[in-house]
Each structure stands twice: as structure tokens, then as C-alpha cells.
């Protein structure tokens, strides 16, 4: 049984931050890829952020480079997302991802929602 459980999400003011957390079970977790979407109303899911299944690679959206921070335990089957300077834009549903491409597989949490508003 497969599962990412998304947590930390809430209602910050402009300039706060939240660490998100997604928990992983059921799965190799240091053989995939991690990353985190989100997706805002009337927009399409967008790449916030990717980190390597070895560390291999990080990288961010343009739009939270300098403010957001990726990272993995993978003795704790666990992927976060510190978010540092929040702006309004930055509200959506963030979404967990494991990814293998050799193996064809891509799986999603149910999502996590964050409010950022004054």
C-alpha cells in the first residue's frame, strides 16, 4: 500500500512561513525522485520543487527560488518544503509526488492547502 501524506499546511500572513511535510510508506523512498507541486484557482499544477532520490539534484520554480527550501530524510520516509517569505501568490494546494521513470510510476498525496493572506 502506497501512501503520501501531506501536512503542515494552514493560513500564514504575508512575510511567514510554513514547512510542509509529506510521509511516505509502502515504497523504496530513497530510490525516488520527490517533488512538490502546487496548484492555484483557474491555474495549471505547476513544479514548485524536485530533490534527487540521492540528493543528487535540486532545483526550484523560479517564482520561490530564495525563499523556499527542499529536503529529504529518508530514514524517515519524509520530504519537506520549509516556505520562507510567503507571498498571497503562493496560495494553492501543494501537492507531494514520488517519481521512478525507469519504472514508469509517479504517485500523488491528496494535497495540503496553503492561505497566505493579511
Known amino acids: 500500500q502506497v501512501q503520501l501524506v501531506e501536512s503542515g499546511g494552514g493560513l500564514v500572513q504575508p512575510g511567514g512561513s510554513l514547512r510542509l511535510s509529506c510521509a511516505a510508506s509502502?515504497?523504496?523512498?530513497?530510490?525516488?525522485?520527490m517533488r512538490w507541486y502546487r496548484q492555484a484557482p483557474g491555474k495549471e499544477r505547476e513544479l514548485v520543487a524536485g530533490?534527487?532520490?540521492?540528493?543528487?539534484?535540486?532545483n526550484y520554480a523560479d517564482s520561490v527560488k530564495g525563499r523556499f527550501t527542499i529536503s529529504r530524510d529518508n530514514a524517515k520516509y519524509t520530504v519537506y518544503l520549509q516556505m520562507n517569505d510567503l507571498k498571497p501568490e503562493d496560495t494553492a494546494i501543494y501537492y507531494c509526488?514520488?517519481?521512478?521513470?525507469?519504472?514508469?510510476?509517479?504517485?500523488w498525496g491528496q494535497g495540503t492547502q496553503v492561505t497566505v493572506s493579511s
Open positions: 509502502g515504497f523504496t523512498f530513497s530510490s525516488y525522485t
Open positions: 530533490i534527487g532520490s540521492g540528493n543528487d539534484y535540486i
Open positions: 509526488n514520488a517519481h521512478r521513470s525507469a519504472f514508469h510510476i509517479s504517485w
